[in-house]
């Protein structure tokens, strides 16, 4: 590959070359910021994971104490913190599908950088029709796949989002979505 860059042009520079290099940068970016949320809600998930077993230990001291006031008071509040831990574990899996959905803009990124930078794919409808099958294959909600189909059929983006959000609205299952 060519050292000339929008800096240092020379008659090899191509818009195309900067193109792909500014859509791997992005790619980059939300790779490394995916890799550094990963560490801390890792840590959520262990510690969450700590707390509920130290919970259902008290849970088990308290309701082996002879019943009275506090122990019932004790019971109650080990009953609304394992409710609230539940309502964060739904929240992580958001995160999850979050998180599913930013590889698939990295990988889509990577994918159209390479294919961008390959004049023998760039102008081949064929490689077009490929790349755009291989991104649609790697959606796992129907949601996304219909989105997915507005932008290539030509929809503006507002339309586009307005098909996914009537799908989700029909089919409330979407929302979350175990992985």
């Known amino acids: 590959m060519s050292n000339s860059n929008s800096y240092n042009p020379d008659l090899d ?7 792909s290099k500014m859509l791997i940068l ?7 910021m995916l890799n550094e949320a990963d560490v801390s809600v890792n840590t959520l998930t262990e510690s969450f994971t700590s ?14 104490l002879d019943s ?5 008071e004790a019971l109650t509040c080990c009953s ?8 964060s574990i739904i929240a992580f899996q958001f995160y999850d599908r979050m998180q599913q959905c930013l590889q698939h803009v990295t990988s889509n990124l990577k994918g159209l950088s390479e294919l961008v930078e390959d004049p023998n794919r760039l102008y081949n409808p064929a490689e077009w029709r490929q790349f755009q099958h291989e ?3 790697r959606y796992t909600m129907e949601s996304e796949k219909l989105m997915f189909d507005a932008i290539v059929q030509g929809k503006s983006v507002h339309e586009a989002l307005a098909i996914k959000n009537a799908h989700q609205e029909e089919d409330q299952s979407d929302n979350i979505e175990l992985f």
């Open 13 to 19: 520079w191509t818009q195309v070359r900067e193109t």
């Open 26 to 32: 992005s790619a980059i970016q939300v790779e490394d």
């Open 51 to 64: 707390i509920v077993e130290h919970m259902q230990a008290i849970n088990d001291h308290l309701l082996a």
């Open 68 to 72: 009275c006031e506090i122990r019932d």
């Open 80 to 87: 609304e913190t394992t409710g609230k831990i539940q309502s």
């Open 135 to 137: 991104i649609r294959s």
